[in-house]
């Protein structure tokens, strides 16, 4: 089906109207909705599912916020927007907006109020040992390496990982991050807004170079939704469009991870029909799948035998350096008592890995893994003699973590154990107006969330999708709104 814009006077009649029309009820879309409806505007969501939610009910609940929170001071933290500042400017990668990051840090603890306002819970509890989220209800946790070299040099580590509390929590089957789109779809129903499900946006209805609706399909038949003052997309990234993936990040096709289906990349489309501008199309989020308990004590070699980031830090930053560093090639050396004390651990045991390989000596594990001669013996000799100090001057891993590796021994092969997101998208200003390609934005058209160039751009931390999501869904909701 054709993404090229549709001529208003070609339209005979529309089936719905509304004064914001909001395309996706993920986060974002939620944000919107929330804001469009409290500012007056009759606001509608379109949603392609048979329900609300979208990725972010999927997710772990992971919401990116700082700069002095009361949930940060309950736990006995103190931030501040500068703070925050320094440690996003350099963990989000080359390209990503310094102002972008300085507007969502001077707002980050407003943000936190409007979110409890909106009936979220974070449970002032912090979780403080490593893994992919809290083992249970706690509120607080360090989600991008904070407290990891080099990070714990740039700025003072505080914990920024939010999550949305959620009682009897049981790991891999429920999320927190429902938790989180739950009680905003609830405001914004109160505050007046509608939703139509099962409709799946295609094209933008412009009028002189307005946009002024949507067409959609629904139940198999066009229909024709009217935006008398704005229109926001909101519908996700673009990780499952074969297409797209291949064209801008092909280095994570056919691994798609922290998607859902639906982000097929036809909010990009539909815009780029009418000149809108991209950002950031070729930036991902790797995730590699083990469990950092087991990764913080062991640690991780290349192909050539040779450590190359700290086994500490964010799990999300040692999938991108293995993927796109280190040819996707990696090994975790682990030695029988923290692989035991690895299982006995704080962690739902979803991505505990068993050795691929076990031998009495180094060399022998070496020879087995197939490195190069010497290799992981000098690897292991170097680390075991700093070790021996509980330090790591290769790569600053904490001394919390530190410690000879013994025998027996084991490696775990994690060639090709990454997946991730696309995090490129929409090129927009930071009142979410989605810019053309000559630098004006285009009328009446709005974008936030994944489908959008968020925060992130060669770098991330867990939370930030979520953060700026909601964020900037909001400025969209109140901008399409005016």
Known sequence: MSVAPIPASSVSSWDDEADVVIAGYGIAGAAAAVEASRAGADALVLERTGSWGGAAAMAGGFIYLGGGTATQKACGFDDSAVNMAAFLNTALGPGADERRIADYCENSVAHYDWLVGCGVVFKPEFFDEPGWEPMGDQGLMYSGGENSYPFNTIATPVPRGHVPQMQNKKQGEASAGFMLMKPLVETATAAGARARYDVRVQALVVDDGRVVGIRARQYGTDVFIRARRGVVLAMGSFAYN????????????????????????????????LGADLAHMDATEVAIFIDPQQLVRGILVNERGQRYVAEDTYPGRIGQLTLYHQNNTAYLVIDGDAQEEAMASLSPRLMMRPATWVADSVADLESEIGLP???LQSTVTAYNDAAVRGEDPLLGKKARWVRPIGAPLGAIDLRASTGGFTLGGLHTTLDAEVLHVDGHPIPGLYAAGRCAAGLAAWGYASGISLGDGSFYGRRAGRSATR
């Open 242 to 273: 074969d297409a797209m993936v291949a064209q801008y990040a092909p280095r994570i096709a056919g691994r798609p991870a922290a998607s859902v289906e639906q982000h097929d990349g036809q909010a990009i489309r539909m815009a780029q029909a």
């Open 373 to 375: 001669p010497g290799s």
